[in-house]
DNA sequence: CCAACGAGGAGAATAATATTCTCTAAAAAG
DNA sequence: CTTTTTAGAGAATATTATTCTCCTCGTTGG
């Protein structure tokens, strides 16, 4: 369903999503209209969900990087489930519900770990059924993107 | 540093990167020169550090987020440092070095767990210094952004 | 207090790109 | 075999990007 010059076109748009239509299609060698097609095509169908900026953490107060693991009681009450509250938290960047342990595993950006308790205490401490956490902190990031491998 | 419309620039950049520069300016009230040459700087300065396409990861057989806890050898030996062989690894996302368990903390995007198996065994566990895995596989996404929450 | 300087923005001119549309070829459907 | 559908080329047109000059305003140094 995606060949291989919709392949070209979006290893492209990963690397630089802001690239004139016109130089996509001299390198993949179609004609811009072709181009333009094809990726308005991508768009429809969603496998292009959009294009977004790439910011620099540490110029936004957002340095420190956080794991937490959240442990809930199973039955909760409360509004909403407990990961769509979570997922409401600006600072939090992903919720996932975990196999295994009966909660959520949580990515939180604090500019420090001053704020990180805030985030802790405050915010996810305080959603009803929320049993227990334990944040794992980064010291250093190797490698950190988005980018899907495609083949 | 940054002013109140260079926010505004960006934030309209976080949604949509694709979106014409006229119509930015359109947005904050700049003339177009004036939002090309703030963008431009941002760029220069390493505020914008890129734009990027988002794709769609059932698309590309990439639905099974894991997270990996590596435990490693305190002096490994090995060409090169650990952190940087897994952040080779194209189907490794994310490589943070963590606090308090000697270790990596490492988000992978497989198709399955078939294939999650696969990069444990014969990715990971052949790394000289690797002692150990604690693999913790997501049964559901509540959220997912790489967007830095910005006043 | 005043002049020189510099940063940023407006606006117009020009260059480049996006988009639309028609035509055609080739593949898929019947 | 036709018919239909799909995708691309290429040209015309619309829109946008980029450059450049001029201007304003805030800052600095005297």
Do not use: C
Not at 37 to 62: A, C, H, Q, W
């Amino acid at each position: 369903m995606i060949d291989e010059i919709s392949m070209e076109i979006l290893k492209i748009l990963q690397d630089k999503a802001r690239i004139p239509n016109v130089e996509v299609s001299r390198q993949v060698g179609l004609a811009p209209s072709a181009v333009l097609e094809r990726i308005r095509k991508m768009e429809k169908t969603g496998i292009i969900d959009g294009y977004e900026v790439r910011l620099n953490p540490e110029r936004f107060s957002r340095s420190q990087i956080s794991y937490i693991h959240i442990t809930t009681r199973l039955h909760s009450s409360g509004k909403g489930t407990i990961g769509d509250q979570l997922a409401a938290i600006p600072e939090i960047q992903e919720v996932h519900f975990i196999a295994g342990e009966d909660g959520y595993l949580v990515k939180a950006r604090t500019a420090n770990t001053e704020e990180l308790g805030d985030l802790l205490r405050n915010q996810i401490a305080t959603i009803e059924g929320v049993i227990a956490t334990r944040t794992t902190t980064v010291l250093h990031t190797y490698k950190e993107t988005s980018r899907i491998p495609i083949r």
